[in-house]
């Protein structure tokens, strides 16, 4: 509808005639000013009026309408989100009175690989067959809240752990269960002692410190080769990398033989006292972001709480001589070993230009 303009002045005048020109009676002649085009009278202006107002309820109406329309969608799709429930399978008609029965449930974790053999797997058999665990729960370690105190990674072992579980206690016909179960275990796995707990401990969340200890050859701190990539990249930075007399020998001409000159290297006094002073600086709590992956500065969770780093003297092993770093601390993140021990072995490595011949 086309919208018109109204000035106020000159509608009111010409209303005004009008109606002087009613009371006049037709006999009466009154003069009508109709010199400003485009007037309309008082009935005119009431019927736009009008117009408008049932245009504006039809509009209503229409918005109502479609408003009751998607209620009704949203409420049919509520229905079907109810007849497929999350973690089952779909039947075949898609609702709860399918002809086929629902599968079983998705599982919420990773399941264990049967086929790999683990000391958690070889212990909790042991518990099964002297009888601590029942046959009802003999398939799954979960149903008895197995946990650990510690975990590693793969291709590294514990030497010793904290393990929680729900047992059966005490065991009818075993008078002593730690040597029972000692005789169910190969001999590289032993069993120490069993205590009774509170019902809510749980081993992991309950262990305040843990210990790791790390081996590594004492050939890594001799200073880079010449034309290395680590050299290479210490002179980029800067720093002063004088040749160590290591190398001054005739270089060999395998990786082999390279590998067997390294083994006869012997670690001196000083470089191993320059380790143990630079491994200090990570005692404490202190964010350990980027000795991690996925992790960001203000994560909290980044922050850990080191007690104690103690460095061995060496040892020699065969033909390397290896030295073994002791970690102790409250929890540690991924990789954040691994890192400290490169961290200040390189740092010693810098600061330390000492051949140990």
């Known amino acids: 509808m086309e919208a018109n303009s109204y000035p106020t002045r000159s509608l009111n005048r010409s209303l005004e005639d009008h109606d002087e020109l009613i009371e006049a009676g037709p006999s009466k002649r009154v003069k009508f000013d109709a010199a400003e085009p485009g007037l309309k009278t008082r009935e005119a202006a009431q019927n736009d009026v009008a117009q408008q107002d049932n245009e504006t309820e039809k509009a209503k109406a229409t918005s109502q309408r479609s408003g009751d329309r998607s209620k009704s969608k949203r409420g049919k799709d509520k229905d079907r989100g109810r007849d497929r429930r999350r973690g089952t399978r779909a039947t075949e008609g898609g609702g709860r009175d399918g002809d086929e029965p629902k599968g079983p449930r998705l599982p919420k974790r990773q399941q264990p690989d049967p086929n790999l053999r683990t000391i958690e797997g070889v212990l909790f058999n042991a518990l099964v067959k002297v009888g601590a665990v029942s046959q009802d729960n003999a398939d799954d370690p979960v149903k008895v809240n197995l946990g650990r105190a510690a975990r590693t990674d793969a291709g590294v072992h514990a030497a010793g752990n904290a393990v929680s579980m729900k047992l059966i206690t005490p065991v009818p016909g075993v008078p002593d269960l730690v040597a029972r179960m000692n005789e169910e275990l190969p001999p590289e796995i032993r069993l120490w002692s069993i205590l009774r707990v509170q019902n809510g401990f749980n081993a992991r969340t309950t262990c305040d410190s843990r210990k790791y200890t790390y081996f590594f050859p004492s050939y890594l701190m001799i200073p880079p080769k010449p034309g290395s990539g680590l050299h290479h990249t210490l002179q980029d930075h800067g720093t002063d990398t004088q040749p160590d007399p290591f190398w001054s020998d005739d270089h060999p001409e395998s990786i082999l033989d390279d590998l067997r000159r390294k083994r006869t290297y012997r670690i001196n006094s000083k470089q191993v006292e ?84």
């Open 274 to 357: 320059a380790l143990r002073l630079i491994a200090q600086a990570f005692n404490g709590s202190h964010n350990f972001h980027n000795f991690t992956i996925g992790r960001d500065f203000g994560d909290r969770s980044c922050v850990r709480h080191i007690k104690s780093i103690t460095i061995a003297d060496p040892v020699v092993y065969g033909e390397t001589e290896w030295i073994s770093v002791l970690f102790h601390g409250q929890s540690f993140m991924l990789h954040q070993i691994v890192s400290v021990l490169s961290d200040f072995t390189i740092r010693a490595l810098n600061n330390v230009n000492i051949s140990g011949k």
